[in-house]
C-alpha cells in the first residue's frame, strides 16, 4: 500500500534553492521582529539553531502543532534545510511563539503517544490537506504510519542548558516610520487621483 501512495511529507512548493525564494520564506521573522509575532504565532513558529558549520545563531519559520503541552514540527523538504541538519548536530534549539521564548532539546517522537500527535499534526495541517488528500484518508493504516516514522519529524523537550537568543521584536521602533511613508503614499495616491479627475 505505501509503495502505491509513494509516501513523503508533504511540502508547499519545491525545496527553495535561490536567495530570492529563501528570503520570502523568511518574511515571518520579519514580522516577528515588527513585533507581529501574535499574527501567526498559532501556527508559525521561529526556530534558532546554532549553525553546523559557522558556530552563529540561524532562525527560520517553521509550521507547527501543539497537542496538549507538546510541540511537533516537520521537514516538508526532508533533510535538505539547514535548521534541520543543524539540530541533528546540536539539538539545543530556541522557539519563539508567538511572544513566548521557548528553550528546548530536539529530538525525533519516540512514544505511542508522540506519534499519534504527530498523526493529528498531519491530519489537521494545511500543506498535508492541501497536497496529500490521497494519504490522509490512509493515516490509521499500520504500513503508511510505519513509513511516516521514518519522515523528518521533531518533538521538543525544556531544557536548562545553553540555548541561542531568541529571536527579539527588535524593530518595533521602525513603526512610527512605516505608518508615516503608508500615510505619504496614500496622500499622493489620493492627490493624482484628484489631479487627473480634474
Known amino acids: ?24 520564506y523568511r518574511t515571518p521573522i520579519l514580522l516577528y521582529r515588527l513585533g507581529l509575532g501574535k499574527l501567526f504565532g498559532k501556527y508559525i513558529l ?16 517553521v509550521e507547527y502543532f501543539l497537542d496538549e ?17 543543524n ?3 546540536d539539538p539545543h534549539v530556541t522557539l519563539n511563539i508567538s ?6 532539546h530536539a529530538r525525533k517522537p519516540e512514544t505511542p503517544s508522540e506519534w499519534e500527535g504527530v498523526i493529528k499534526f498531519l491530519k489537521t495541517s494545511p500543506v498535508s490537506i492541501l497536497n496529500k488528500t490521497d494519504m490522509l484518508k490512509q493515516l490509521e493504516d499500520p504500513d503508511v504510519q510505519e513509513e511516516i516514522r521514518q519522515w523528518p519529524f521533531l518533538t521538543f523537550d525544556h531544557t536548562e ?11 518595533t521602533w521602525a513603526w512610527p516610520l512605516i505608518l508615516l ?16 479627475k480634474k
Open 46 to 61: 521561529i526556530l534558532s539553531t546554532t549553525g553546523r558549520k559557522s558556530g552563529k545563531v540561524h532562525r527560520t519559520p
Open 99 to 104: 511572544n513566548d521564548a521557548l528553550y528546548m
Open 161 to 171: 542548558e545553553a540555548c541561542p537568543e531568541p529571536l527579539e521584536p527588535d524593530l
Open 1 to 24: 500500500m505505501t509503495e502505491e501512495l509513494e509516501l513523503s511529507p508533504p511540502q508547499p512548493i519545491p525545496y527553495p534553492k535561490n536567495k530570492l525564494l529563501k528570503k520570502i
Open 87 to 89: 539540530l541533528q548536530k
Open 69 to 85: 503541552d507538546r510541540i511537533f514540527v516537520m521537514s516538508g523538504f526532508d533533510d535538505a534545510p539547514d535548521w534541520y541538519r
Open 181 to 196: 511613508f503608508s500615510a505619504r503614499t496614500i496622500i499622493q495616491c489620493w492627490l493624482r487621483h484628484r489631479k487627473h
